[in-house]
């Protein structure tokens, strides 16, 4: 019958090294501190490698889960001929700033569900492009 390894125990906890902030990442085999730029690549590495795995993020938002919300976010929005619509950047405090291409379809539904919301006194379901 094999075994399997047990699941090494991950705890991460921040830091302040010689006054530069970062994160201590411990699992069962030891520890390592990780400083901010570290920290960035590794989200956005982590995030590139996720995209690529089965089973894929759910397409379907779960009303349940919470959400990590930035409330009144930056954004910068420009038209992009390649794709026949816009490209939306949206700052995360955490994520850092995330770009989506939408074209111009999504871009109209967008548009529409958020005046429909601009304009109702009672919440107003979202929609799913």
Known sequence: MPTHPAKAALHIEPVNVYGNNGLRVTVETGSLILDVSTIDALIEELARLRSD????????????????VEVDPDWH?????????????MRHPGFGWTCFALPRESIKRLVNVLNEQLEQTEPVEGLAN
Do not use: H, T, W, Y
């Open 53 to 68: 795995m089965q089973p894929c993020v759910n397409r379907e938002v779960d009303r349940k889960k919470p959400f990590l």
């Open 77 to 89: 929005a420009q038209s992009n001929p390649l794709i026949d619509g816009s490209v939306l950047l």
